[in-house]
């Protein structure tokens, strides 16, 4: 069982809809981040939510980090095929100092 | 500009045989840390450097895996004997973790892809 886990694991959608994505644990970290995947690379870091209740916008990517601090969303609005991607959550619990762990990823497919 | 640089990029080997992996973080950077990555496992945390000093390598397996930074700028991976449930992609990421409780953002090479036959 992963500390971090990610739901769905895969979603495939048409250019335009909207989607969620859940980071979820019983744990708690003092921050969340996400990141976003493209095969051949390593993940590049999207945004870090650090506050419970925080929302951070990135265009047309909304990022939420619940109130308890145990989980987290990713809302994207009129998908784009260049979102297309495997989104991963990360952060490190609080009581395991620094120690950054990934969830299992959502792998987005954005069709034209 | 500033990115994590590793070599080899993709490397075969035969069963039995040592790899070494390299990582240059980024310079300033003092953190390091090594995943592996499979389509079953996703990313797996294998071992965790601060300040050169490793910090936890409790998901390696310690018979075969080795990690050690012999300077700020470079990470070393080394797995021996080489077996073929090693093939993966092997991330190394450099970020800054300035205070105890902050969780460093990481900043990934492209990795090394492995393929033990």
């Known amino acids: 069982t992963q500390l971090l886990e990610q739901s769905p694991q895969f979603l495939s959608i048409q250019e335009g809809e909207n989607l969620t994505v859940y980071c979820n644990s019983s744990s708690v970290f003092s921050s969340l981040q996400w990141y976003r995947q493209e095969p051949g690379e390593g993940p590049v870091l999207l945004v870090t939510?650090?506050?419970?209740?925080e929302v951070k916008k990135l265009k047309r990517l909304t990022f939420q980090f619940g109130d308890a601090r145990k989980d987290s969303s990713l809302h994207i609005t009129a998908a784009q095929p260049g979102d297309t991607g495997l989104y991963l959550c990360a952060g490190a619990p609080v009581r395991a100092g620094n120690m950054l762990t990934f969830g299992g990823g959502t792998r987005l497919m954005v069709k034209p | 500009d500033a990115r994590v640089t590793q070599t080899p990029r993709h490397k075969v080997t035969e069963m039995g045989q040592e790899v070494t992996m390299r990582c240059q973080p980024i310079?300033?950077?003092?953190?390091v840390f090594w995943y592996r990555q499979t389509m079953m496992q996703g990313l797996e945390l294998l071992a965790y450097?601060?300040?050169?000093?490793?910090?936890?390598d409790s998901g390696m397996p310690k018979d075969r895996f080795s990690a050690e930074m012999p300077d700020a700028t470079l990470a070393t991976l080394k797995i021996q004997p080489s077996e073929p449930r090693d093939s993966a992609v092997y991330f190394c990421?450099?970020?800054?973790?300035?205070?105890?409780?902050?969780?460093?953002?990481?900043?990934f090479g492209q990795g090394t892809r492995l393929t033990v036959v």
């Open positions: 990421a450099s970020g800054l973790g300035p205070k105890t409780g902050d969780t460093p953002e990481a900043f």
């Open positions: 939510v650090v506050t419970g209740g």
């Open positions: 450097f601060r300040n050169r000093a490793p910090l936890d």
């Open positions: 310079l300033g950077h003092n953190t």
